[in-house]
């Protein structure tokens, strides 16, 4: 909300979810009237919609290594992560995205500085080299 306070041109889409967690932001979200927000519980193909954005954001408090990063990469999307296990290891070793302190301040941030252009020093996602790289440690694995 501070965001889209300072930038009530801004959307928000938020893309997946069940169960009460998905119910009480859904309720949050009519309760707010925030009509910037953007729910959708599900969709069989997000990238039109991701391609259609500035940026993405994984605000999660714990991930493993979501392709939804290499999805956004892939499309030339800023990635903005928070900094937990799992996406901040992919974005240290590779470079191609920002990692923000896991919490809303941290993604306020990151917000800001997609929308103030300060990304401008991420490395590009070599979706190839990364493929080749995971298929060779799999078949150093099963040899």
Same mark, same amino acid.
């Given at each position: 909300?501070?965001?889209?306070?300072?930038?009530?041109?801004?959307?928000?889409?938020?893309?997946?979810?069940?169960?009460?967690?998905?119910?009480?932001?859904?309720?949050?979200?009519?309760?707010?009237?925030?009509?910037?927000?953007?729910?959708?519980?599900?969709?069989?193909?997000?990238?039109? %919609?991701?391609? &259609?954005?500035?940026?993405?954001?994984?605000?999660?408090?714990? /991930? #493993?290594?979501?392709?939804?990063? *290499? !999805?956004?990469?892939?499309?030339?999307?800023?990635?903005?992560?928070?900094?937990?296990?799992?996406?901040?290891?992919?974005?240290?070793?590779?470079?191609?995205?920002?990692?923000?302190?896991?919490?809303?301040?941290?993604?306020?941030?990151?917000?800001?500085? %997609?929308?103030? &252009?300060?990304?401008?020093?991420?490395?590009?996602?070599?979706? /190839? #080299?990364?493929?080749?790289?995971? *298929? !060779?440690?799999?078949?150093?694995?099963?040899?």
């Amino acid at each position: 909300a501070p965001f889209n306070k300072a930038h009530p041109e801004s959307y928000l889409f938020v893309v997946g979810g069940y169960g009460e967690a998905f119910e009480a932001l859904r309720t949050r979200i009519e309760e707010c009237g925030c009509g910037s927000i953007i729910l959708i519980k599900s969709i069989s193909n997000p990238y039109p %919609i991701l391609n &259609g954005c500035d940026a993405f954001i994984l605000s999660s408090r714990y /991930e #493993g290594l979501p392709m939804t990063i *290499m !999805e956004a990469l892939i499309l030339n999307k800023p990635v903005i992560s928070t900094d937990i296990p799992g996406p901040a290891e992919f974005l240290r070793e590779t470079g191609c995205g920002l990692l923000v302190e896991d919490s809303t301040e941290g993604v306020l941030d990151g917000l800001n500085a %997609i929308y103030d &252009g300060r990304l401008t020093e991420l490395s590009a996602f070599d979706a /190839e #080299g990364f493929n080749k790289q995971a *298929m !060779e440690e799999f078949y150093n694995l099963i040899k």
